[in-house]
Protein backbone atom coordinates (compact mmCIF):
# COMPACT_ATOMS: atom_id res chain seq x y z
CA UNK A 1 0.00 0.00 0.00
CA UNK A 2 2.10 2.67 -1.18
CA UNK A 3 1.86 6.04 0.05
CA UNK A 4 3.52 8.81 -2.65
CA UNK A 5 3.12 12.75 -3.07
CA UNK A 6 2.87 13.23 -6.69
CA UNK A 7 3.91 16.85 -7.94
CA UNK A 8 1.85 18.06 -4.75
CA UNK A 9 1.75 21.79 -4.44
CA UNK A 10 0.61 22.78 -0.37
CA UNK A 11 -0.78 25.81 0.59
CA UNK A 12 -2.41 27.88 3.25
CA UNK A 13 -4.54 30.45 2.07
CA UNK A 14 -2.34 32.62 -0.49
CA UNK A 15 0.90 31.26 0.48
CA UNK A 16 2.60 28.22 -0.58
CA UNK A 17 4.25 25.73 1.40
CA UNK A 18 5.38 23.38 -1.05
CA UNK A 19 5.13 23.66 -4.95
CA UNK A 20 5.21 20.35 -7.28
CA UNK A 21 6.89 17.87 -4.68
CA UNK A 22 7.20 14.57 -5.32
CA UNK A 23 7.81 12.32 -2.47
CA UNK A 24 7.29 8.39 -2.27
CA UNK A 25 7.07 6.37 1.35
CA UNK A 26 8.89 3.60 2.08
CA UNK A 27 6.27 0.46 2.88
CA UNK A 28 7.10 -0.83 5.72
CA UNK A 29 10.02 1.40 7.56
CA UNK A 30 10.25 4.25 9.37
CA UNK A 31 10.30 7.85 7.49
CA UNK A 32 10.98 10.87 9.89
CA UNK A 33 10.07 14.07 8.60
CA UNK A 34 12.44 16.66 9.96
CA UNK A 35 13.05 20.75 8.95
CA UNK A 36 12.79 24.17 10.82
CA UNK A 37 10.04 25.38 12.42
CA UNK A 38 7.34 26.68 9.81
CA UNK A 39 9.66 24.31 7.25
CA UNK A 40 5.92 22.54 6.74
CA UNK A 41 7.32 19.02 7.59
CA UNK A 42 3.55 18.94 9.46
CA UNK A 43 1.64 20.39 6.62
CA UNK A 44 3.24 17.56 4.13
CA UNK A 45 2.02 14.63 7.05
CA UNK A 46 -1.50 16.46 6.83
CA UNK A 47 -1.26 15.99 3.16
CA UNK A 48 -0.52 12.45 3.32
CA UNK A 49 -3.19 12.40 5.69
CA UNK A 50 -6.08 13.73 3.12
CA UNK A 51 -6.65 16.65 6.23
CA UNK A 52 -5.17 19.12 4.04
CA UNK A 53 -6.17 18.87 0.16
CA UNK A 54 -3.38 19.63 -2.09
CA UNK A 55 -4.07 22.73 -4.33
CA UNK A 56 -2.42 20.91 -7.27
CA UNK A 57 -1.19 17.59 -7.53
CA UNK A 58 -2.41 14.65 -5.79
CA UNK A 59 -1.46 12.15 -2.43
CA UNK A 60 -2.00 8.44 -4.10
CA UNK A 61 -2.67 5.14 -1.60
CA UNK A 62 -1.80 2.06 -3.03
CA UNK A 63 -2.16 3.76 -6.69
CA UNK A 64 -5.38 5.80 -5.99
CA UNK A 65 -5.57 9.42 -5.87
CA UNK A 66 -6.96 10.17 -1.86
CA UNK A 67 -9.93 12.29 -3.48
CA UNK A 68 -11.00 9.59 -4.85
CA UNK A 69 -11.46 7.07 -2.25
CA UNK A 70 -13.97 7.35 0.69
CA UNK A 71 -12.40 8.43 3.56
CA UNK A 72 -13.54 5.71 5.80
CA UNK A 73 -11.68 3.16 3.25
CA UNK A 74 -8.66 5.50 3.85
CA UNK A 75 -9.15 5.13 7.47
CA UNK A 76 -9.42 1.62 7.50
CA UNK A 77 -5.57 1.84 5.61
CA UNK A 78 -3.58 4.91 7.38
CA UNK A 79 -4.18 6.34 10.49
CA UNK A 80 -3.51 9.61 11.08
CA UNK A 81 -2.74 11.12 15.24
CA UNK A 82 -2.43 14.92 14.83
CA UNK A 83 -0.94 17.05 17.31
CA UNK A 84 -3.05 17.49 20.51
CA UNK A 85 -5.78 15.83 19.84
CA UNK A 86 -8.87 16.81 22.59
CA UNK A 87 -9.05 14.15 25.65
CA UNK A 88 -12.76 13.81 26.28
CA UNK A 89 -14.28 13.62 29.90
CA UNK A 90 -15.97 10.95 31.80
CA UNK A 91 -14.18 8.43 29.44
CA UNK A 92 -12.12 5.76 30.08
CA UNK A 93 -8.47 4.23 28.41
CA UNK A 94 -10.67 1.58 27.25
CA UNK A 95 -13.25 3.89 25.84
CA UNK A 96 -10.56 6.28 24.12
CA UNK A 97 -8.94 3.36 22.62
CA UNK A 98 -12.30 1.73 21.51
CA UNK A 99 -12.92 4.87 19.36
CA UNK A 100 -9.81 3.35 16.81
CA UNK A 101 -12.13 1.07 15.62
CA UNK A 102 -15.00 3.75 14.33
CA UNK A 103 -13.68 3.02 10.82
CA UNK A 104 -14.74 -0.37 10.79
CA UNK A 105 -18.08 -0.54 12.07
CA UNK A 106 -21.28 0.74 10.69
CA UNK A 107 -25.06 1.56 12.04
CA UNK A 108 -25.91 -2.06 10.55
CA UNK A 109 -22.41 -3.81 12.46
CA UNK A 110 -21.54 -1.83 15.84
CA UNK A 111 -19.44 -3.52 17.58
CA UNK A 112 -18.05 -7.33 17.45
CA UNK A 113 -15.87 -9.55 19.93
CA UNK A 114 -13.37 -9.19 16.79
CA UNK A 115 -13.29 -5.05 18.13
CA UNK A 116 -12.84 -6.39 21.78
CA UNK A 117 -9.66 -8.70 20.53
CA UNK A 118 -8.35 -5.37 18.68
CA UNK A 119 -8.70 -2.81 21.32
CA UNK A 120 -6.83 -5.68 23.50
CA UNK A 121 -4.20 -5.90 21.45
CA UNK A 122 -3.89 -2.46 21.23
CA UNK A 123 -3.96 -1.89 25.21
CA UNK A 124 -1.85 -4.70 25.62
CA UNK A 125 0.93 -3.30 22.88
CA UNK A 126 1.21 0.24 24.92
CA UNK A 127 1.13 -1.10 28.32
CA UNK A 128 -2.09 0.35 29.20
CA UNK A 129 -3.91 -2.95 30.23
CA UNK A 130 -3.65 -1.76 33.57
CA UNK A 131 -4.69 1.60 33.33
CA UNK A 132 -7.65 0.79 30.90
CA UNK A 133 -10.51 1.42 33.11
CA UNK A 134 -8.96 4.82 34.35
CA UNK A 135 -10.37 8.07 33.22
CA UNK A 136 -8.41 9.17 30.28
CA UNK A 137 -8.33 12.92 31.63
CA UNK A 138 -6.31 11.28 34.73
CA UNK A 139 -3.68 9.98 32.75
CA UNK A 140 -0.19 11.86 32.97
CA UNK A 141 0.75 13.22 29.45
CA UNK A 142 3.33 10.13 28.51
CA UNK A 143 0.46 7.69 29.66
CA UNK A 144 -1.75 9.68 27.68
CA UNK A 145 0.35 9.55 24.93
CA UNK A 146 0.49 6.17 25.12
CA UNK A 147 -3.08 6.28 24.63
CA UNK A 148 -3.60 8.04 21.66
CA UNK A 149 -1.28 5.76 20.21
CA UNK A 150 -3.08 2.75 21.59
CA UNK A 151 -6.18 4.33 19.46
CA UNK A 152 -4.44 4.89 16.37
CA UNK A 153 -3.40 0.91 16.87
CA UNK A 154 -6.55 -0.28 17.23
CA UNK A 155 -7.58 1.66 14.01
CA UNK A 156 -5.28 -1.46 12.69
CA UNK A 157 -3.85 0.79 9.96
CA UNK A 158 -0.81 -1.00 7.51
CA UNK A 159 0.73 3.00 7.22
CA UNK A 160 0.27 4.91 10.50
CA UNK A 161 1.01 8.65 10.61
CA UNK A 162 1.97 10.78 13.56
CA UNK A 163 2.56 14.11 13.85
CA UNK A 164 5.42 15.25 16.33
CA UNK A 165 4.26 12.22 18.93
CA UNK A 166 6.86 13.13 21.55
CA UNK A 167 5.94 16.87 22.14
CA UNK A 168 5.60 17.73 25.90
CA UNK A 169 7.02 14.53 26.77
CA UNK A 170 9.92 14.12 28.64
CA UNK A 171 12.84 12.38 27.43
CA UNK A 172 12.39 8.92 29.14
CA UNK A 173 8.60 8.75 27.86
CA UNK A 174 10.15 10.35 24.43
CA UNK A 175 11.88 6.64 24.05
CA UNK A 176 9.44 4.83 25.26
CA UNK A 177 7.01 6.24 22.48
CA UNK A 178 9.65 5.69 20.47
CA UNK A 179 10.73 2.42 21.42
CA UNK A 180 6.80 1.61 20.44
CA UNK A 181 6.38 2.73 17.08
CA UNK A 182 9.48 0.84 16.51
CA UNK A 183 8.07 -1.94 17.89
CA UNK A 184 4.63 -1.36 15.83
CA UNK A 185 6.87 -1.10 13.16
CA UNK A 186 8.35 -4.38 13.07
CA UNK A 187 5.79 -6.89 14.85
CA UNK A 188 2.93 -5.50 12.38
CA UNK A 189 4.92 -4.67 9.32
CA UNK A 190 3.62 -1.34 9.57
CA UNK A 191 4.49 1.66 7.47
CA UNK A 192 5.60 5.00 9.69
CA UNK A 193 6.05 8.59 8.70
CA UNK A 194 6.15 10.81 11.40
CA UNK A 195 7.01 14.52 12.02
CA UNK A 196 10.05 14.98 14.99
CA UNK A 197 11.80 17.82 16.33
CA UNK A 198 14.40 15.99 18.05
CA UNK A 199 17.38 14.94 15.23
CA UNK A 200 19.25 12.63 17.42
CA UNK A 201 16.07 10.61 18.36
CA UNK A 202 15.19 10.80 14.50
CA UNK A 203 18.38 9.46 13.64
CA UNK A 204 17.72 6.63 16.40
CA UNK A 205 14.89 5.72 15.45
CA UNK A 206 14.44 6.18 11.77
CA UNK A 207 15.22 3.98 8.72
CA UNK A 208 14.66 7.12 6.64
CA UNK A 209 15.47 11.29 6.97
CA UNK A 210 13.48 13.41 4.48
CA UNK A 211 14.86 17.36 5.42
CA UNK A 212 12.18 19.79 4.47
CA UNK A 213 12.70 23.17 4.06
CA UNK A 214 12.81 26.23 1.39
CA UNK A 215 9.08 24.81 -0.23
CA UNK A 216 11.19 21.08 -1.35
CA UNK A 217 12.75 18.07 -0.08
CA UNK A 218 16.55 19.60 0.47
CA UNK A 219 17.95 16.34 1.68
CA UNK A 220 16.40 12.59 1.58
CA UNK A 221 17.96 9.29 2.89
CA UNK A 222 19.60 7.12 5.47
CA UNK A 223 20.33 9.15 9.22
CA UNK A 224 24.16 8.81 8.47
CA UNK A 225 23.48 10.62 4.48
CA UNK A 226 21.19 13.26 5.74
CA UNK A 227 22.47 14.18 9.12
CA UNK A 228 25.53 16.02 7.75
CA UNK A 229 26.88 19.68 8.95
CA UNK A 230 26.45 20.90 5.68
CA UNK A 231 22.51 19.59 5.21
CA UNK A 232 22.26 20.89 8.96
CA UNK A 233 23.59 24.47 8.15
CA UNK A 234 21.28 24.75 5.09
CA UNK A 235 17.79 23.37 7.04
CA UNK A 236 18.10 24.25 10.42
CA UNK A 237 20.93 27.61 10.23
CA UNK A 238 22.68 25.28 12.60
CA UNK A 239 26.53 24.71 12.78
CA UNK A 240 27.15 21.28 14.31
CA UNK A 241 29.11 18.41 14.90
CA UNK A 242 27.95 14.79 13.63
CA UNK A 243 29.73 12.18 15.94
CA UNK A 244 28.09 8.19 16.33
CA UNK A 245 26.38 7.78 19.25
CA UNK A 246 28.17 5.77 21.56
CA UNK A 247 25.15 3.80 22.72
CA UNK A 248 23.22 2.98 19.32
CA UNK A 249 26.06 3.86 16.57
CA UNK A 250 23.38 6.23 14.76
CA UNK A 251 24.41 10.08 14.00
CA UNK A 252 24.64 11.92 17.30
CA UNK A 253 24.48 15.70 16.40
CA UNK A 254 25.90 17.90 19.03
CA UNK A 255 25.23 21.68 18.52
CA UNK A 256 28.68 23.78 18.34
CA UNK A 257 29.46 26.90 20.80
CA UNK A 258 27.48 29.75 19.81
CA UNK A 259 30.74 32.58 20.33
CA UNK B 1 -24.65 2.94 25.26
CA UNK B 2 -23.88 2.54 28.44
CA UNK B 3 -25.85 0.67 31.28
CA UNK B 4 -25.88 4.20 33.12
CA UNK B 5 -27.11 5.84 30.05
CA UNK B 6 -29.84 3.30 29.52
CA UNK B 7 -30.98 3.69 33.42
CA UNK B 8 -31.45 7.41 32.74
CA UNK B 9 -33.08 6.85 29.89
CA UNK B 10 -35.84 4.71 30.94
CA UNK B 11 -36.25 6.73 33.96
CA UNK B 12 -36.74 9.86 31.86
CA UNK B 13 -38.99 8.04 30.11
CA UNK B 14 -40.92 6.83 33.22
CA UNK B 15 -40.97 10.62 33.91
CA UNK B 16 -42.40 11.91 30.41
CA UNK B 17 -45.21 9.08 30.72
CA UNK B 18 -46.46 9.83 33.82
CA UNK B 19 -46.41 13.71 32.82
CA UNK B 20 -48.25 12.79 29.90
CA UNK B 21 -50.83 11.24 31.90
CA UNK B 22 -51.13 13.55 34.78
CA UNK B 23 -51.40 16.68 31.70
CA UNK B 24 -54.41 14.61 29.82
CA UNK B 25 -56.13 14.31 33.75
CA UNK B 26 -55.50 17.37 36.05
CA UNK B 27 -57.22 20.41 34.94
CA UNK B 28 -59.70 23.06 36.03
CA UNK B 29 -62.69 20.77 35.18
CA UNK B 30 -62.43 17.89 36.85
CA UNK B 31 -62.63 14.64 35.08
CA UNK B 32 -61.61 11.31 36.87
CA UNK B 33 -59.16 8.62 35.01
CA UNK B 34 -61.81 6.79 33.83
CA UNK B 35 -63.74 9.41 32.37
CA UNK B 36 -60.39 10.34 30.39
CA UNK B 37 -59.82 6.53 29.04
CA UNK B 38 -63.85 6.82 28.10
CA UNK B 39 -63.36 9.45 26.03
CA UNK B 40 -60.30 8.46 24.17
CA UNK B 41 -61.95 5.22 23.53
CA UNK B 42 -64.82 7.61 22.12
CA UNK B 43 -67.72 6.92 24.78
CA UNK B 44 -67.58 10.31 26.64
CA UNK B 45 -69.89 12.94 26.64
CA UNK B 46 -69.35 16.07 23.83
CA UNK B 47 -68.34 17.90 26.72
CA UNK B 48 -65.34 15.61 27.87
CA UNK B 49 -64.76 15.28 24.50
CA UNK B 50 -64.16 18.55 23.86
CA UNK B 51 -61.86 19.17 27.16
CA UNK B 52 -59.57 16.29 26.54
CA UNK B 53 -59.42 15.79 22.91
CA UNK B 54 -59.47 19.00 21.43
CA UNK B 55 -58.42 21.64 24.96
CA UNK B 56 -55.96 18.89 26.54
CA UNK B 57 -54.66 16.05 24.53
CA UNK B 58 -53.31 19.20 21.97
CA UNK B 59 -51.37 20.73 24.79
CA UNK B 60 -49.71 17.75 26.49
CA UNK B 61 -48.81 16.29 22.89
CA UNK B 62 -47.18 19.61 21.57
CA UNK B 63 -45.40 20.39 25.44
CA UNK B 64 -44.15 16.53 24.77
CA UNK B 65 -42.97 17.20 21.12
CA UNK B 66 -41.83 20.75 21.85
CA UNK B 67 -39.26 19.44 24.78
CA UNK B 68 -38.36 16.84 22.74
CA UNK B 69 -37.36 18.63 19.97
CA UNK B 70 -35.64 21.41 22.16
CA UNK B 71 -33.68 18.78 23.61
CA UNK B 72 -32.57 16.77 20.72
CA UNK B 73 -31.47 19.97 18.98
CA UNK B 74 -29.59 21.27 22.34
CA UNK B 75 -27.74 17.91 22.77
CA UNK B 76 -27.05 18.10 19.53
CA UNK B 77 -25.34 21.56 19.12
CA UNK B 78 -23.79 21.11 22.40
CA UNK B 79 -22.26 18.49 21.51
CA UNK B 80 -21.16 19.65 17.60
CA UNK B 81 -19.12 22.54 18.73
CA UNK B 82 -17.89 20.61 22.20
CA UNK B 83 -19.61 23.92 24.11
CA UNK B 84 -22.09 23.76 26.26
CA UNK B 85 -23.15 27.74 25.49
CA UNK B 86 -23.34 26.59 21.56
CA UNK B 87 -27.25 25.73 22.07
CA UNK B 88 -29.93 27.06 19.64
CA UNK B 89 -31.56 30.14 21.82
CA UNK B 90 -28.07 31.25 21.86
CA UNK B 91 -26.37 30.99 18.82
CA UNK B 92 -29.33 32.56 16.81
CA UNK B 93 -31.39 29.77 15.53
CA UNK B 94 -34.03 30.37 18.06
CA UNK B 95 -34.40 34.20 17.58
CA UNK B 96 -34.63 33.47 13.80
CA UNK B 97 -36.79 30.92 13.92
CA UNK B 98 -39.07 33.82 15.94
CA UNK B 99 -38.30 36.56 13.86
CA UNK B 100 -40.02 34.28 11.01
CA UNK B 101 -43.06 33.63 12.86
CA UNK B 102 -43.28 37.23 14.06
CA UNK B 103 -42.78 38.33 10.59
CA UNK B 104 -45.29 35.54 9.20
CA UNK B 105 -47.90 36.40 11.78
CA UNK B 106 -47.55 40.63 11.36
CA UNK B 107 -46.91 41.11 7.49
CA UNK B 108 -49.22 37.68 6.76
CA UNK B 109 -51.89 40.30 6.84
CA UNK B 110 -53.12 39.29 10.61
CA UNK B 111 -52.47 35.59 12.07
CA UNK B 112 -56.12 35.04 13.20
CA UNK B 113 -57.79 37.26 9.81
CA UNK B 114 -56.05 34.86 7.30
CA UNK B 115 -56.97 31.92 8.78
CA UNK B 116 -55.98 28.26 9.57
CA UNK B 117 -54.31 27.61 6.52
CA UNK B 118 -51.63 30.02 6.99
CA UNK B 119 -50.92 29.47 10.36
CA UNK B 120 -50.47 25.79 9.95
CA UNK B 121 -48.31 25.89 7.16
CA UNK B 122 -46.79 29.42 6.69
CA UNK B 123 -45.67 29.82 10.79
CA UNK B 124 -43.34 27.06 10.34
CA UNK B 125 -42.25 27.44 7.40
CA UNK B 126 -41.36 31.15 7.98
CA UNK B 127 -39.95 29.88 11.54
CA UNK B 128 -37.86 27.19 9.63
CA UNK B 129 -37.03 29.51 6.58
CA UNK B 130 -35.55 32.49 9.37
CA UNK B 131 -33.69 29.48 11.79
CA UNK B 132 -32.07 28.32 8.46
CA UNK B 133 -30.83 31.76 7.36
CA UNK B 134 -29.76 32.88 11.08
CA UNK B 135 -28.02 29.51 11.52
CA UNK B 136 -26.40 30.10 7.68
CA UNK B 137 -24.98 33.47 8.13
CA UNK B 138 -24.03 32.37 11.94
CA UNK B 139 -21.90 29.45 11.10
CA UNK B 140 -20.65 31.27 8.03
CA UNK B 141 -19.10 34.32 10.03
CA UNK B 142 -17.78 32.04 12.25
CA UNK B 143 -15.83 29.81 10.45
CA UNK B 144 -12.42 29.71 10.14
CA UNK B 145 -11.15 26.65 8.46
CA UNK B 146 -13.02 25.08 11.46
CA UNK B 147 -15.71 25.30 14.10
CA UNK B 148 -14.54 28.23 16.46
CA UNK B 149 -16.95 27.73 19.43
CA UNK B 150 -16.51 31.03 21.05
CA UNK B 151 -16.50 32.41 17.46
CA UNK B 152 -19.93 30.44 17.07
CA UNK B 153 -21.60 31.75 20.27
CA UNK B 154 -20.33 35.15 20.33
CA UNK B 155 -21.25 35.60 16.58
CA UNK B 156 -24.91 33.88 17.57
CA UNK B 157 -25.70 36.09 20.15
CA UNK B 158 -24.81 39.30 18.12
CA UNK B 159 -27.21 37.52 15.47
CA UNK B 160 -29.63 36.87 18.41
CA UNK B 161 -29.37 40.85 19.54
CA UNK B 162 -30.08 42.02 16.24
CA UNK B 163 -33.18 39.76 15.71
CA UNK B 164 -34.39 40.57 18.41
CA UNK B 165 -34.41 44.23 18.17
CA UNK B 166 -36.01 44.09 14.28
CA UNK B 167 -38.82 41.39 15.85
CA UNK B 168 -39.65 44.30 18.23
CA UNK B 169 -39.54 46.68 15.71
CA UNK B 170 -41.69 44.47 13.43
CA UNK B 171 -44.18 44.17 16.70
CA UNK B 172 -44.45 48.11 16.89
CA UNK B 173 -45.44 48.77 13.51
CA UNK B 174 -47.73 45.73 13.40
CA UNK B 175 -51.72 46.32 13.83
CA UNK B 176 -53.00 46.00 17.96
CA UNK B 177 -54.49 42.62 17.66
CA UNK B 178 -51.10 41.43 15.52
CA UNK B 179 -48.94 42.85 18.15
CA UNK B 180 -50.97 41.23 20.80
CA UNK B 181 -50.81 37.90 18.86
CA UNK B 182 -47.07 38.33 18.07
CA UNK B 183 -46.08 39.40 21.78
CA UNK B 184 -47.74 36.98 23.48
CA UNK B 185 -46.52 33.73 21.12
CA UNK B 186 -43.15 35.32 22.15
CA UNK B 187 -43.51 34.48 25.63
CA UNK B 188 -43.61 31.05 24.99
CA UNK B 189 -46.81 28.89 26.22
CA UNK B 190 -48.33 25.65 25.63
CA UNK B 191 -51.82 27.09 26.50
CA UNK B 192 -53.93 27.69 23.38
CA UNK B 193 -52.12 24.86 21.29
CA UNK B 194 -54.43 23.28 18.69
CA UNK B 195 -53.47 20.18 16.60
CA UNK B 196 -52.79 22.11 13.65
CA UNK B 197 -49.57 23.97 15.40
CA UNK B 198 -48.67 19.69 16.50
CA UNK B 199 -48.41 18.56 13.02
CA UNK B 200 -45.23 20.34 11.98
CA UNK B 201 -43.39 19.62 14.82
CA UNK B 202 -44.56 15.83 15.19
CA UNK B 203 -43.29 15.24 11.81
CA UNK B 204 -39.75 17.20 12.14
CA UNK B 205 -39.49 14.66 15.20
CA UNK B 206 -40.48 11.58 13.70
CA UNK B 207 -38.07 12.39 10.73
CA UNK B 208 -35.51 14.47 12.65
CA UNK B 209 -34.73 11.74 15.29
CA UNK B 210 -33.96 8.58 13.01
CA UNK B 211 -31.60 11.05 11.05
CA UNK B 212 -29.92 12.12 14.30
CA UNK B 213 -29.36 9.03 15.73
CA UNK B 214 -27.17 7.69 12.66
CA UNK B 215 -24.71 10.19 13.52
CA UNK B 216 -24.43 8.86 16.97
CA UNK B 217 -21.06 7.43 16.07
CA UNK B 218 -19.53 10.61 14.49
CA UNK B 219 -20.48 12.34 17.39
CA UNK B 220 -18.77 10.16 19.69
CA UNK B 221 -15.62 10.26 17.56
CA UNK B 222 -15.67 14.47 16.78
CA UNK B 223 -15.23 14.95 20.18
CA UNK B 224 -11.75 14.01 19.95
CA UNK B 225 -11.15 17.25 17.42
CA UNK B 226 -11.69 17.66 13.77
CA UNK B 227 -8.18 16.27 12.37
CA UNK B 228 -8.46 12.69 14.53
CA UNK B 229 -12.27 12.65 13.44
CA UNK B 230 -11.27 13.01 9.90
CA UNK B 231 -8.38 10.86 10.38
CA UNK B 232 -11.05 8.14 12.27
CA UNK B 233 -12.68 8.39 8.40
CA UNK B 234 -15.69 10.91 9.50
CA UNK B 235 -16.99 12.86 6.91
CA UNK B 236 -17.27 15.91 8.77
CA UNK B 237 -18.89 18.38 6.45
CA UNK B 238 -21.40 15.68 5.77
CA UNK B 239 -21.33 15.01 9.52
CA UNK B 240 -22.08 19.24 10.23
CA UNK B 241 -24.39 19.61 7.46
CA UNK B 242 -26.82 16.65 8.95
CA UNK B 243 -26.14 17.92 12.54
CA UNK B 244 -26.96 21.63 11.83
CA UNK B 245 -30.00 21.03 9.33
CA UNK B 246 -31.42 18.23 12.45
CA UNK B 247 -30.89 21.26 15.46
CA UNK B 248 -32.48 23.54 13.01
CA UNK B 249 -35.24 21.69 12.07
CA UNK B 250 -36.32 20.86 15.13
CA UNK B 251 -35.80 24.18 17.00
CA UNK B 252 -37.90 26.24 14.18
CA UNK B 253 -40.94 23.46 13.98
CA UNK B 254 -40.76 23.88 18.31
CA UNK B 255 -40.72 27.32 17.93
CA UNK B 256 -43.77 27.76 15.36
CA UNK B 257 -45.54 25.51 17.70
CA UNK B 258 -45.41 26.97 21.30
CA UNK B 259 -43.06 29.72 20.48
CA UNK B 260 -39.78 30.13 21.82
CA UNK B 261 -39.35 28.62 25.33
CA UNK B 262 -36.23 29.46 26.68
CA UNK B 263 -33.22 27.29 28.19
CA UNK B 264 -34.80 24.21 27.83
CA UNK B 265 -32.34 23.09 24.80
CA UNK B 266 -29.47 24.38 26.87
CA UNK B 267 -30.36 22.87 30.45
CA UNK B 268 -31.82 19.72 29.48
CA UNK B 269 -28.72 17.81 27.78
CA UNK B 270 -26.58 19.35 30.15
CA UNK B 271 -28.69 16.98 33.09
CA UNK B 272 -28.66 14.24 31.25
CA UNK B 273 -25.06 14.40 30.65
CA UNK B 274 -24.48 15.15 34.62
CA UNK B 275 -26.71 12.23 34.93
CA UNK B 276 -25.18 9.21 33.07
CA UNK B 277 -22.11 10.97 33.42
CA UNK B 278 -21.05 10.57 30.11
CA UNK B 279 -18.70 12.29 27.96
CA UNK B 280 -21.10 14.29 25.86
CA UNK B 281 -24.95 14.84 26.63
CA UNK B 282 -26.60 11.39 25.41
CA UNK B 283 -29.13 12.08 22.64
CA UNK B 284 -31.73 10.24 23.56
CA UNK B 285 -31.74 10.96 27.09
CA UNK B 286 -31.43 14.90 26.33
CA UNK B 287 -34.95 14.85 24.67
CA UNK B 288 -37.00 12.97 27.19
CA UNK B 289 -35.40 15.28 29.07
CA UNK B 290 -36.81 18.14 27.25
CA UNK B 291 -40.15 16.55 27.15
CA UNK B 292 -40.02 16.08 31.27
CA UNK B 293 -39.09 20.48 31.35
CA UNK B 294 -41.39 21.45 29.27
CA UNK B 295 -44.64 19.40 30.21
CA UNK B 296 -43.26 19.47 34.16
CA UNK B 297 -43.67 23.71 33.84
CA UNK B 298 -46.53 23.57 31.83
CA UNK B 299 -48.38 21.08 35.08
CA UNK B 300 -46.52 23.52 37.21
CA UNK B 301 -48.64 26.38 34.99
CA UNK B 302 -52.15 24.63 35.42
CA UNK B 303 -51.74 23.28 38.50
CA UNK B 304 -49.54 25.23 40.81
CA UNK B 305 -49.19 28.56 40.15
CA UNK B 306 -52.47 31.10 39.85
CA UNK B 307 -53.32 32.70 36.53
CA UNK B 308 -51.61 30.55 34.07
CA UNK B 309 -48.18 31.85 34.02
CA UNK B 310 -46.60 30.55 30.46
CA UNK B 311 -44.31 27.55 30.41
CA UNK B 312 -41.73 30.11 28.63
CA UNK B 313 -41.27 32.62 31.84
CA UNK B 314 -40.90 29.14 34.20
CA UNK B 315 -38.16 27.41 31.99
CA UNK B 316 -36.42 31.21 32.27
CA UNK B 317 -36.72 31.64 36.04
CA UNK B 318 -35.32 27.99 36.14
CA UNK B 319 -32.84 28.02 32.89
CA UNK B 320 -31.31 31.42 33.38
CA UNK B 321 -29.47 30.74 37.14
CA UNK B 322 -28.17 27.41 35.83
CA UNK B 323 -26.64 29.22 33.05
CA UNK B 324 -24.72 31.33 35.49
CA UNK B 325 -23.76 28.70 37.51
CA UNK B 326 -22.32 26.82 34.82
CA UNK B 327 -20.23 30.09 33.34
CA UNK B 328 -18.82 30.90 36.82
CA UNK B 329 -17.26 27.15 36.93
CA UNK B 330 -14.08 26.17 35.52
CA UNK B 331 -13.82 25.78 31.90
CA UNK B 332 -12.39 22.65 31.65
CA UNK B 333 -16.12 21.29 33.02
CA UNK B 334 -17.80 22.59 29.82
CA UNK B 335 -18.13 19.89 26.93
Not at chain 1, 103 to 117: G, I, K, M
Not at chain 2, 209 to 220: D, F, K, V, W
Request: glycine share 10%.
Amino acid sequence: MTLEARGVTLAYDKSVVFEGLDLTIDEGRITTLIGANGSGKSTLLKAFGRLLAPSAGTVHLGGHPLRDLPTREIARRLAILPQKPLTPSATSVRDLVSRGRHPHQSLFQPWTPNDTVVVDAALEATGLVELADRDAGSLSGGQLQRAWIALVLAQEAQTILLDEPTTFLDLSHQLDVLELVRQVNHDRAATVVMVLHDLTLAGRYSDRLVVVGEGRVLADGTPWEVLTPATLKRAFDLDAIVIADPSSGTPLVVPAVRS
Amino acid sequence: MKRRTVIVTLACLIAVVALVLVGTVVGSSSLTIMDVAHTLIGAGTPGQQLIVVELRLPRVVAGLLVGIALGLAGALMQTFARNPLATPDIIGVTSGASFGAVAAIVLGGGSYAVGAGLLTLGLPVAAVIGALVTSAVVYGLSWRGGIDSYRLILIGIGATATLTGITSYLISRAQITDAAAAAQWLVGSLSGVSWSSVWPVLVAVLVVTPLALTQTANLEVSQLGDDISTGLGVALQRHRLIIIVCAVVLTATAVSASGPIEFVAFVAPQIARRLARSSRPPLLASALLGAVIVLGADALTRGVLPGEVPVGIITAIVGAPYLIWLLTRRKENLV
